[in-house]
């Protein structure tokens, strides 16, 4: 399935982004093959409503899934109402560490 | 009698906590004792009004602060997303098969309404606060104060600015919030001085130069009051110097002034001597602004 994570960095090695709207990076992943496309955030930076922004963008690009360290009360209404289910990373260290516990359905769900 | 042109002057810190109600109050208690002018008292600090305490005004009208929110209707929305695409600050966004407003980042401006190629927005009015008139003896006091839990301050202040248009004065002061975001630009937007309000310390010092720089970038002449001086901060007279930032006045670091303001007396109140400093600050402002 096709997933999004938040990153600091755009790569698979990257360190994660505990924030939603305003991380750094969104990895669009692709959870069997690994295969990814990597977003900066067109958001990170904006004055207010960086949440929504995200969500929207994360939205358009219609993924599975979503998968962040937290979720703001303005970016859960708008993915709730995209029919995006959301997932928090809890204590995965690592990109490859929150593909595995979502493959094996380990994850919090939000 | 001589009339002057109209002046506005806002005081502004930075830091909160300087002592902008203490001087604005007392600044406007200082230029009312001259019955020449009419002075007018903005408070500006919607998010936490308090100058009434100093001044204690009786209101005696009373307005509604509302802003105009979108509301979409489904069956007519197309969900094409020019109105994400114009609003400037996130209010409204396009999910899939539906549009959401989120009323609290709306400023009420009507772009996504104009742009909306299918009319499918109509804008409902929704309260953010209110604004109060009345007079303090002879001074004309208004200010806002901003409902609980709304995040917008701006638009209650640029209301406040316009509602009190129709009430013509020689001085106007304004005491601005604290801090250099919107609230503070709006405040001091319009203004002929902006008179900055700081503590002898690195953090009043810290937040004095961005609300200085601030006032630069808006292009208005500015002067400083120093509050609780005890002369020990030379970081503070070095900064001054070298901006060519001309100090008005020292108010002393002494236990008594801040006994009298906790107990809402004013510093004219407390040390009567200010009363003629503070008619001095306004007649250099006036020969600064000519």
Known sequence: MKLFLTTTGPDLHSELDPRFGRCAYLLLIDSETLEFQSFPNPSSSVSGGAGIKTAQFVADLKPDTVISGDFGPNAASALRSANIPMYLYGDCKTVEDVVRRLNSNSLKRF | ?290
């Not at chain 2, 109050?25 to 007018?40: I, P, Y």
């Open chain 2, 1 to 290: 009698m001589m009339h002057q042109t109209p002046l506005k002057i806002a005081v502004a810190s930075g830091k909160g906590g300087t002592g902008k109600t203490t001087v604005a109050t007392s600044l406007a208690l200082s230029l009312a004792k001259n019955l020449t002018e009419t002075v007018m008292f903005l408070d500006c600090d919607v998010e936490a009004p308090n100058a009434h305490l100093f001044l204690k005004p009786e209101f005696s009208d009373q307005k509604q602060v509302e802003v105009l929110i979108p509301r979409v209707n489904e069956t007519l929305c197309t969900h094409c997303g020019k109105c994400t695409e114009v609003c400037q600050f996130q209010a409204i966004a396009v999910l899939g098969q539906r549009t959401l407003v989120f009323p609290q980042l709306c400023h009420g401006c009507g772009s996504c309404t104009m742009i909306c190629p299918t009319n499918a927005i109509q804008e409902n009015p929704k309260s953010i606060g209110i604004l109060q008139k009345g007079k303090a003896e002879q001074i004309e006091f208004a200010r806002g104060v901003m409902d609980i839990g709304e995040p917008m301050a701006v638009p209650i202040i640029r209301q406040l600015k316009k509602w009190v248009k129709s009430t013509p004065s020689q001085i106007t002061i304004v005491d601005s919030p604290p801090g250099t975001a919107c609230p503070v630009v709006e405040s001091m937007r319009g203004s002929d001085f902006i008179l900055l309000v700081t503590e002898p310390t690195p953090f009043g010092l810290h937040d004095l130069r961005l609300a200085h720089q601030v006032a630069k970038e808006l292009n208005i002449p500015t002067g400083l009051i120093i509050n609780r001086d005890n002369g020990e901060f030379k970081e503070l007279d070095n900064y001054c110097k070298a901006e060519n930032l001309p100090v008005f006045l020292r108010i002393p670091f002494q236990r008594t002034i801040a006994e009298g303001i906790a107990n809402g007396h004013t510093l004219v109140d407390i040390l009567p001597e200010t009363i003629l400093s503070f008619q001095e600050i306004c007649q250099t402002i006036r020969n600064i602004v000519k």
